[in-house]
């Protein structure tokens, strides 16, 4: 998957193992990025990565 992918909410919350509001929570204090086509909002897949990898040092 490269970095320009998009991932869905759903996608993001069975990637993360999280609920829809934990997902939009994420979106709404800017810990997520995303961006909104019409009425969808998409996770590129390089802000998804960025979230795990600052979780990842956070717990290093």
Do not use: H, Q
Request: glycine fraction near 8%; charge should be positive; charged fraction near 30%.
């Amino acid at each position: 998957m490269s970095d320009d992918d998009l991932l869905t909410v759903p996608e993001v919350m069975a990637r993360l193992k999280l609920g829809r509001s934990a997902v939009y929570d994420l979106i709404r204090c800017n810990r997520l990025g995303s961006i909104k086509i019409g009425r969808a909002r998409r996770v590129p897949y390089g802000s998804y990565r960025a979230f795990v990898a600052s979780r990842m040092e956070g717990t290093a």
